[in-house]
């Protein structure tokens, strides 16, 4: 077998005959004013788009420009802003300085209520040594009346068997004593102006007529005030004449008594203040 060496071929491969390629296919043959005006737009093509892309890259080399009117806006928003929180900063000062205000008027009402209560409490206390309103509590009834006798016996003075203003007198004393808060006899608030005394066969009190029976009204220790009375060490004379005489005298402790206002004058024509001690 021997070896024979070729020479390299010159010749291509694959060889188009465009000749008989135009001639087996007409349809490709190009149309002159076809090709023309394809020509005439595709160049017109290129020229627009290295005009836009020109563009594109001279937008993206430099940035845009501020609006003078964006600029503006922000500015009197800015301006807006600032004067508002000053506005604000000033308004809480004045919350603050109100606050504080409050505070101390509450201070002032508290005091003022403390200074009120305590008014209240000693115009109470002067009201009722005034006996300027009515009063409610425990204490006692006593009663005191001429003698329940039809005849007076011959020799015997008919005196004996009445009431007396000093009786009357005696026995509010002692009830002051014992301890009495309040006291009316018929209805007539005892106060320190409050006189009792005798107008022929009239007793008077606090300038009003009273006739028996003396119904005396005393608030305080109800036991107190019961043993005060009812001691022998007190009002002997007039006892005697409850067992003598047959005058009466009744004493009864009582939880609901109730002492009237005094309903008299309390004006005073000759005594004054005198201030300064």
């Not at 204490?139 to 005196?159: E, F, Q, W, Y």
């Not at 007793?203 to 036991?223: H, V």
């Not at 008594?257 to 004054?272: E, H, M, T, W």
Request: glycine fraction near 8%; proline fraction near 5%.
């Amino acid at each position: 077998m021997s070896n024979v060496l070729h020479e390299p071929s010159h010749e291509p491969l694959f060889s188009l005959d465009l000749a008989r390629l135009r001639a087996s296919l007409p349809y490709l043959r190009p149309h002159p004013t076809k090709w023309g005006a394809t020509k005439g737009a595709a160049t017109l093509m290129v020229l627009g788009l290295g005009v836009g892309l020109m563009l594109a890259a001279q937008l993206q080399a430099a940035p845009p420009k501020p609006s003078t009117v964006a600029e503006g806006s922000r500015q009197v928003a800015g301006a807006t802003i600032e004067r508002l929180e000053a506005e604000q900063g000033e308004l809480k000062k004045q919350i603050s300085q109100l606050r504080a205000q409050i505070a101390n008027q509450q201070q002032e009402v508290t005091s003022h209520k403390y200074t009120l209560a305590g008014l209240t409490q000693d115009l109470e206390r002067q009201q009722v040594a005034a006996g300027s309103i009515p009063l409610k509590g425990s204490g006692v009834r006593v009663i005191l009346d001429d003698s329940a006798a039809k005849t007076v016996p011959s020799g015997d003075d008919p005196a004996f068997y009445l009431v007396h203003e000093y009786h009357l007198r005696d026995v509010v004393n002692l009830l002051w004593q014992a301890g009495a808060e309040a006291i009316s006899v018929n209805g007539e608030r005892l106060v320190s102006s409050s006189s009792i005394y005798c107008v022929g066969s009239t007793i008077m009190i606090n300038d009003t007529r009273m006739s028996p029976p003396f119904d005396f009204l005393a608030l305080g220790n109800s036991a107190a005030l019961e043993e005060a009375l009812l001691s022998p060490a007190n009002l002997k004379a007039f006892k005697v004449r409850v067992k003598s005489y047959g005058v009466q005298f009744r004493v009864a402790k009582s939880k609901d008594i109730v002492v009237p206002a005094f309903s008299g004058s309390l004006d005073v024509r000759y005594a004054a203040i005198e201030y300064g001690r």
